[in-house]
């Protein structure tokens, strides 16, 4: 059996189950040309996307534009318990380049580690029809990639990785995550319990 990973992307916080989708700010995937080869029909472009990760946007209440979460906080006005939270909270679109000093041109990506006040941030890519994660079965398989970290101040982590994750970013198991891939949910890891905002969603 073979394991699908999703590629994610970083520079380089409390448990709630799913969340519900903003509208304050649209969310509009910046484009990025990625390469399929094979050794008989050369390489074929495809334009596919990149999504930020749920975990660095803007969570705010549903019926307003209070945060529900702010520092490493959640608000328990608006948050009593995970229910709540996964009710009454949404994630918003992101301005990736503006806000998190994301940019794409042609097949490059470039991730800013500070932009005015965010710190860091994980993308993930997309899959060609922009709605899942782009899954990737990697037995017998070349992965290739150039990255440029000579503008990376000592002591940081840039990273590229795979990580087994929903092609959905959940929202098939969980029912209530009205904002699946589009929005970046589903990542988790060793750090899930202490660092993610949203669990299992």
């Known amino acids: 059996m073979y394991r699908k990973a999703s590629l994610t992307f ?5 448990f709630v189950a799913n969340q519900q989708v903003g509208t304050n700010t649209a969310e509009v995937h ?24 749920a975990n660095w946007r803007w ?5 307003g534009y209070t945060n529900c979460y702010t520092g490493n906080k959640w608000d328990p006005t608006i948050c009593s318990d995970p229910i ?9 679109g ?21 932009t005015d006040s965010n710190v860091g941030s994980r993308v993930y890519l997309m899959s060609p029809d922009d709605t899942e994660y782009q899954t990737f079965n990697l037995n017998n398989q070349e992965f290739t990639f150039d990255i440029d970290m000579s503008t990376l101040p000592c ?3 840039g990273a590229l990785y795979f990580s087994e994750m929903d092609a959905d970013g959940g929202m098939s198991r969980f ?5 699946g891939a589009k929005y970046g ?4 890891d060793a750090q899930c319990p202490h660092d993610i905002k949203f669990i299992n969603g």
Do not use: H, M, R, W
């Open 10 to 14: 970083s520079s380089l916080l409390a």
């Open 30 to 53: 910046p484009p990025l040309t990625v390469q399929k080869c094979t050794n008989n029909g050369g390489c074929v472009s495809s334009i596919q996307s990149i999504v930020l990760d």
């Open 59 to 63: 969570v705010y209440e549903t019926s």
């Open 84 to 92: 709540a939270c996964a009710a009454n909270c949404a994630l918003d």
């Open 94 to 114: 992101a301005s990736y380049a503006s806000t998190y000093g994301i940019t794409t041109s042609g097949d490059s990506l470039t991730q800013k580690f500070i």
């Open 155 to 157: 002591g940081l982590n």
């Open 175 to 179: 029912p209530t995550n009205k904002a």
């Open 185 to 188: 949910t589903g990542y988790c």
